[in-house]
């Protein structure tokens, strides 16, 4: 059965990249892969999703691996807010997600 | 404001007593859908909901029930709630397929005594 496996926790400094890593080995043909990050006491919130291309979005960029096994969440400059636990999600077109575990990111000063 | 409203935010129950959490979107969304977290298992998705009539069972279903009679709403419904039902809940609402962007509540802390 599909899934996402994800790094427990990454850290990062300030104002420096942040790359986090996804797994989706079992991704379908149709998947889309989706980053939603959540705050502490809040729900989730909407980073970036794509299908086979690379994107972009004022928040962060998604680049995809050329066989989908894989993508990677980049933030181009961490910052203290971005402190969160971010998931990686495997959306179907019949209305099912497939979560990841999420990878806590600690943004240190 | 385009938002997703879940009612109660916070519940204590006793095992056994009927209980629903509403959720209601603005947003003239197609797509809803429910979410369990628990500490060390993440979101889990408990059913979710095409369009009004259509539900389909999530990865944890067992113990709950929907309905979706109306566009904008999608409750949650425990019949006979479980001291293992006890988590945050979220419900998110998108527009349809796979590409919409998924608006989340600000989540349902449930106990079940």
């Known amino acids: 059965d599909a899934k996402t496996t994800q790094p427990n926790s990454m850290e990062s400094n300030e104002e420096e990249p942040v790359h986090l890593p996804c797994n989706h080995s079992?991704?379908?043909?149709?998947?889309?892969i989706h980053w939603y990050r959540q705050l502490p006491s809040q729900g989730p919130e909407y980073v970036i999703h794509g299908l086979t291309s690379n994107v972009n979005n004022r928040m962060a960029s998604l680049a995809i691996a050329e066989d989908r096994k894989s993508s990677t969440l980049i933030l181009h400059r961490a910052t203290l807010r971005d402190a969160a636990v971010y998931y990686c999600?495997?959306?179907?077109?019949?209305?099912?997600?497939?979560f990841g575990q999420g990878t806590t990111l600690q943004v240190k000063p | 404001e385009a938002q997703v409203t879940q009612n109660p935010r916070y519940l204590i129950t006793v095992t056994g007593k009927k209980l629903t959490v509403t959720c209601s979107q603005n947003m003239n969304h197609e797509y809803m859908s429910w979410y369990r977290q628990d500490p060390g298992l993440g979101l889990r998705q408990i059913y979710y909901?095409?369009?009004?009539?259509?539900?389909d069972k999530g990865d944890v279903p067992e113990g709950y029930k929907v309905s979706r009679k109306e566009k904008r709403n999608f409750p949650l419904i425990l019949e006979s709630p479980s001291p293992n039902q006890t988590s945050l809940y979220f419900c998110?609402?998108?527009?349809?397929?796979?590409?919409?962007?998924?608006?989340f509540g600000e989540g349902s802390r449930l106990t079940v005594l």
């Open positions: 998110a609402s998108s527009t349809g397929g796979e590409v919409g962007e998924l608006f």
């Open positions: 909901s095409m369009n009004v009539e259509v539900t």
């Open positions: 999600i495997l959306r179907r077109n019949t209305g099912k997600l497939i």
């Open positions: 079992t991704i379908s043909g149709t998947d889309y």
